[in-house]
C-alpha cells in the first residue's frame, strides 16, 4: 500500500469554489487535508513540493477524446499509451474515449477488449464511452449491463447516414426510453443528415470540391435542426442527454431554453470551436482544419464565450481526434467531402483556455477549473475526480502561469505532425502533475509510468 506522505506547500490554490493560498497534504493516493500556508509542519513529510508562484488545481477530467479511432479510412493518431502522455504534459488526470465496435458488435465485448488491450498503457486515469449505431433489440438489451460495468454514457449520431451510424427519430426515442431506465446518459453528436447531404450532393455536382464547402455543406442550421429535434424529443422520452461539440449561436440558445423548461440536457463545446473560424477552411492546406461541425463564424465563436462563462455550456473538451496530415490528403482525393475529419487538441486545452479565456477576462480561473475539471468530473460520474476536498483522489495539476512560448506541433508532446494553433503565442504552461499521488510530471517533463493509470468505473448521480 502506498503511504507516502507529500506536502505541496504555499501554491496559490483554485477550485469551482475557492481560490486561495493553502498548503495540501497528500498521504498515498489521496488527499489529506488542506490548510493555510504553515499549517503543517514539514520535517513529518517524505516529499516537499514548493508550490509558490504556481496556481494549484484539481487535475484536468478530458471527456471527450477518439483515441485509436477508425473514420473515414485513416485512424486517429493517438492511442490510449500515446493519447495520456500527451493529456500528462495538458495536466489532465483523467480522460475518457469512445471505444469503437462495428455496426451490431457487442457493447459488452468491446468494453471487454477495450479493457484487455489496454491494460498497463495509460499514464493517467481513463475510463471509456461507448457508441451506439442502432437501436435493435441486441444493443437496448446491452445498455443496462453497460452501465453497471462502470460505463454509463453512449453516444449517438443524427448524420452519417452514408457510413451506417445514423439514429433516426424512432432509434433516439427507444434508446432515450432505455437510457431513463438504466440510469445513464446519451451523448449525442447533433448534425441534421438529409440537409448535410443534400448540400453536399448539390455542390459536388455544380463542381463545388474546395475545402471550404465542408463549412458550407454542414451549415450551423443543420446543427440547430438537430438540437431542436433532440429536445422535442426528450419531451416524448425524457432522459439524460448531453450534447456534444455545441458549435453555434443558436445551438446554446436552444440548449438554454430546454434547460429552463427543465429538461436534464447537458452540453459542452470545444477548445477549436471557440478560438478558430471557418477562414481556415479557406487556403491551400484548409483540410487539417476540417471537422464535424466544422469551424463557425466569429459571432458564434464570441457566443461560445460568453455561454461558456455562464451557461448554459458546462464542459469545454478537445474533441482530439487527429490524423496524419499526409493521410487524410491522400484519403480526400482533392475533395472537401472525403477528408477525414478531426483534429488533435488534448494537450493545448488548459493552456489555451487559460491563454484566450483567463488572460482575456471571458472567464476566470474558477470558472476555468470548472469547464475543464469539477463539471465533467460530475457529470460523467467521477466523484473522487475535479475537487481538492480531504477524501479525493490526489489528482493535482501545478500550472505556471507566468511561463510564456510559442505553440506548435514541434513544442507540444502529441503523436501528431500537426498543430491547429501552430505559431500562436501562449501563456501558461503544466509544471508538475500528480495523478493519485503519483507524480506524472515534474518541472515540465514525464516521469510517470504507462502502468500507473487505471480503467475508472463510473457511477451517474440524477
Same mark, same amino acid.
Given at each position: 500500500?502506498?503511504?507516502?506522505?507529500?506536502?505541496?506547500?504555499?501554491?496559490?490554490?483554485?477550485?469551482?469554489?475557492?481560490?486561495?493560498?493553502?498548503?495540501?497534504?497528500?498521504?498515498?493516493?489521496?488527499?489529506?487535508?488542506?490548510?493555510? &500556508?504553515?499549517?503543517?509542519?514539514?520535517?513529518?513529510?517524505?516529499?516537499?513540493?514548493? #508550490?509558490?508562484?504556481?496556481?494549484?488545481?484539481?487535475?484536468?477530467?478530458?471527456?471527450?477524446?477518439?483515441?485509436?479511432?477508425?473514420?473515414?479510412?485513416?485512424?486517429?493518431?493517438?492511442?490510449? $499509451?500515446?493519447?495520456?502522455?500527451?493529456? #500528462?504534459?495538458?495536466?489532465?488526470?483523467?480522460?475518457?474515449?469512445?471505444?469503437?465496435?462495428?455496426?451490431?458488435?457487442?457493447?459488452?465485448?468491446?468494453?471487454?477488449?477495450?479493457?484487455?488491450?489496454?491494460?498497463? %498503457?495509460?499514464?493517467?486515469?481513463?475510463?471509456?464511452?461507448?457508441?451506439?449505431?442502432?437501436?435493435?433489440?441486441?444493443?437496448?438489451?446491452?445498455?443496462?449491463?453497460?452501465?453497471?460495468?462502470?460505463?454509463?454514457?453512449?453516444?449517438?449520431?443524427?448524420?452519417?447516414?452514408?457510413?451506417?451510424?445514423?439514429?433516426?427519430?424512432?432509434?433516439?426515442?427507444?434508446?432515450?426510453?432505455?437510457?431513463?431506465?438504466?440510469?445513464?446518459? $446519451?451523448?449525442?453528436?447533433?448534425?441534421?443528415?438529409?440537409?448535410?447531404?443534400?448540400?453536399?450532393?448539390?455542390?459536388?455536382?455544380?463542381?463545388?470540391?474546395?475545402?471550404?464547402?465542408?463549412?458550407?455543406?454542414?451549415?450551423?442550421? #443543420?446543427?440547430?435542426?438537430?438540437?431542436? %429535434?433532440?429536445?422535442?424529443?426528450?419531451?416524448?422520452?425524457?432522459?439524460?442527454? =448531453?450534447?456534444?461539440?455545441?458549435?453555434?449561436?443558436?445551438?446554446?440558445?436552444?440548449?438554454?431554453?430546454?434547460?429552463?423548461?427543465?429538461?436534464?440536457?447537458?452540453?459542452?463545446? &470545444?477548445?477549436? =470551436?471557440?478560438?478558430?473560424?471557418?477562414?481556415?477552411?479557406?487556403?491551400?492546406?484548409? =483540410?487539417?482544419?476540417? &471537422?464535424?461541425?466544422?469551424?463557425?463564424?466569429?459571432?458564434?465563436?464570441?457566443?461560445?464565450?460568453?455561454?461558456?462563462?455562464?451557461?448554459?455550456?458546462?464542459?469545454?473538451?478537445?474533441?482530439?481526434?487527429?490524423?496524419?496530415?499526409?493521410?487524410?490528403?491522400?484519403?480526400?482525393?482533392?475533395?472537401?467531402?472525403?477528408?477525414?475529419?478531426?483534429?488533435?487538441?488534448?494537450?493545448?486545452?488548459?493552456?489555451?483556455?487559460?491563454?484566450?479565456?483567463?488572460?482575456?477576462?471571458?472567464?476566470?480561473?474558477?470558472?476555468?477549473?470548472?469547464?475543464?475539471?469539477?463539471?465533467?468530473?460530475?457529470?460523467?460520474?467521477?466523484?473522487?475526480?475535479?475537487?481538492?476536498?480531504?477524501?479525493?483522489?490526489?489528482?493535482?495539476?501545478?500550472?505556471?502561469?507566468?511561463?510564456?512560448?510559442?505553440?506548435?506541433?514541434?513544442?507540444?508532446?502529441?503523436?501528431?505532425?500537426?498543430?491547429?494553433?501552430?505559431?500562436?503565442?501562449?501563456?501558461?504552461?503544466?509544471? #508538475?502533475?500528480?495523478?493519485?499521488?503519483?507524480?506524472?510530471?515534474?518541472?515540465?517533463? $514525464?516521469?510517470?509510468?504507462?502502468?500507473?493509470?487505471?480503467?475508472?468505473?463510473?457511477?451517474?448521480?440524477?
Amino acid at each position: 500500500m502506498n503511504t507516502k506522505k507529500t506536502l505541496i506547500h504555499d501554491g496559490l490554490v483554485v477550485t469551482k469554489d475557492f481560490i486561495g493560498k493553502y498548503d495540501i497534504v497528500v498521504r498515498g493516493e489521496k488527499i489529506e487535508a488542506l490548510g493555510t &500556508c504553515g499549517s503543517f509542519s514539514k520535517e513529518t513529510f517524505d516529499e516537499k513540493i514548493n #508550490a509558490d508562484g504556481l496556481t494549484v488545481m484539481p487535475g484536468l477530467v478530458e471527456p471527450h477524446v477518439h483515441f485509436d479511432a477508425p473514420f473515414m479510412g485513416g485512424t486517429t493518431d493517438h492511442d490510449l $499509451l500515446t493519447g495520456t502522455k500527451a493529456c #500528462a504534459y495538458g495536466g489532465i488526470t483523467s480522460v475518457i474515449s469512445f471505444s469503437n465496435q462495428s455496426k451490431g458488435a457487442s457493447l459488452i465485448q468491446n468494453v471487454k477488449d477495450w479493457d484487455e488491450k489496454n491494460r498497463g %498503457r495509460a499514464y493517467v486515469d481513463w475510463s471509456m464511452h461507448s457508441l451506439i449505431y442502432d437501436a435493435g433489440e441486441s444493443t437496448l438489451n446491452e445498455i443496462p449491463d453497460l452501465v453497471k460495468m462502470g460505463v454509463p454514457t453512449y453516444k449517438c449520431f443524427t448524420t452519417y447516414r452514408h457510413s451506417g451510424r445514423l439514429m433516426d427519430d424512432d432509434s433516439l426515442l427507444k434508446v432515450l426510453e432505455k437510457t431513463a431506465q438504466s440510469d445513464g446518459m $446519451l451523448m449525442i453528436h447533433c448534425e441534421h443528415d438529409a440537409t448535410c447531404e443534400y448540400l453536399t450532393c448539390k455542390a459536388i455536382a455544380e463542381g463545388h470540391k474546395d475545402w471550404i464547402y465542408h463549412a458550407k455543406t454542414r451549415p450551423a442550421t #443543420a446543427e440547430n435542426m438537430a438540437i431542436q %429535434r433532440v429536445v422535442d424529443l426528450m419531451k416524448i422520452a425524457e432522459a439524460p442527454v =448531453y450534447i456534444v461539440h455545441a458549435s453555434t449561436e443558436d445551438s446554446v440558445r436552444i440548449i438554454a431554453d430546454a434547460k429552463a423548461d427543465g429538461l436534464p440536457i447537458h452540453a459542452e463545446t &470545444c477548445t477549436h =470551436y471557440m478560438m478558430l473560424t471557418d477562414e481556415k477552411l479557406s487556403g491551400e492546406d484548409g =483540410y487539417l482544419w476540417i &471537422c464535424s461541425p466544422p469551424l463557425r463564424k466569429n459571432h458564434d465563436l464570441n457566443q461560445l464565450w460568453i455561454a461558456a462563462e455562464k451557461g448554459p455550456l458546462e464542459v469545454v473538451s478537445s474533441d482530439d481526434a487527429g490524423l496524419p496530415s499526409r493521410m487524410r490528403k491522400d484519403l480526400s482525393e482533392g475533395r472537401f467531402d472525403k477528408v477525414p475529419n478531426g483534429m488533435p487538441g488534448v494537450e493545448p486545452r488548459l493552456t489555451l483556455l487559460y491563454t484566450e479565456g483567463v488572460l482575456k477576462k471571458r472567464i476566470d480561473l474558477q470558472r476555468l477549473v470548472a469547464l475543464t475539471s469539477t463539471n465533467p468530473a460530475k457529470l460523467f460520474g467521477l466523484k473522487d475526480k475535479g475537487t481538492l476536498q480531504p477524501g479525493s483522489d490526489a489528482d493535482i495539476c501545478l500550472f505556471d502561469s507566468k511561463i510564456e512560448w510559442i505553440m506548435t506541433a514541434s513544442t507540444l508532446h502529441m503523436n501528431t505532425d500537426f498543430c491547429p494553433f501552430e505559431g500562436k503565442k501562449v501563456t501558461g504552461k503544466t509544471k #508538475a502533475l500528480l495523478c493519485r499521488g503519483e507524480t506524472v510530471l515534474r518541472d515540465y517533463e $514525464l516521469c510517470g509510468s504507462p502502468g500507473h493509470g487505471k480503467r475508472l468505473f463510473r457511477r451517474l448521480e440524477h
